[in-house]
Structures are given as C-alpha cells and as structure tokens.
C-alpha cells in the first residue's frame, strides 16, 4: 500500500469499501476540523500551564476563561466525533444494504460496482 500524507485519512478506503465521495468528503471535513481544535486545545493548555506557572494573580485569572475555552472545545470535538461515527455507521450500512443488489447514487441510478473485502 502506498505511503499517505497528512490530512489524506480516506484515500486507502475506496480501495475496500464502494462510498460515495460526498460521504468521504464530509468524513475528510469532519477530521480536519477535529484537528484544528485539538491544535488549539494544545496551544491553550500550554498557555495554562505558563500562567499557573507564573502565579501572577492576572495570569491565574486570564485561565478561568481559557479552561472554559479548552471545555467548549473538548464539548465540540466530543460532537464532532459523535457525528463522524454516525455518519460512517450510515454510509457503511447503505453500502452494505447496496452490495446484493446494487446502490443507488443520488441520482437514482444503479451503481452496480462490485464491492472487494479484504481478507
């Protein structure tokens, strides 16, 4: 299998799986905006730590609202990852439900490509 880069989570996965691209897509979406917030996460857990550090009495109260921050986002990924999952289970399913008979595109037509499974 070849090598993948970063942000390129999906690229193997047409390889075993017949999906539609929009659901990839929304897939793709979903992770990179995952990962902007855990970046950031990162950048204000680290800005935390270097105000409790410091126990300047504004630092200490500058984190009141950066921990509220850092639980919006935790919150938000928490949902994030909530609806990745459910639409992964959808589409796999529909997929699943398509490989008797053929799926269908959104278009109404058949798609009637066969399904590999690894094995």
């Given at each position: 299998m070849e090598p993948r880069m970063e942000g390129d989570v999906f690229s193997g996965y047409g390889e075993r799986y017949q999906m539609d691209g929009k659901v990839l897509q929304n897939l793709q979406n979903r992770f990179v905006q995952v990962q902007y917030i855990l970046d950031q996460n990162r950048l204000l857990i680290n800005e935390i730590n270097q105000n409790h550090e410091s126990k300047q009495v504004d630092h200490l109260g500058r984190n009141v609202g950066l921990i509220r921050e850092l639980n919006n986002n935790i919150r938000t990924v928490a949902s994030l990852y909530g609806d990745l999952s459910h639409s992964f289970v959808r589409s796999v399913?529909?997929?699943?439900?398509?490989?008797s008979t053929g799926t269908f595109k959104s278009d109404g037509k058949a798609n009637n490509q066969k399904r590999f499974r690894s094995g």
């Open positions: 399913d529909a997929s699943s439900e398509g490989e």
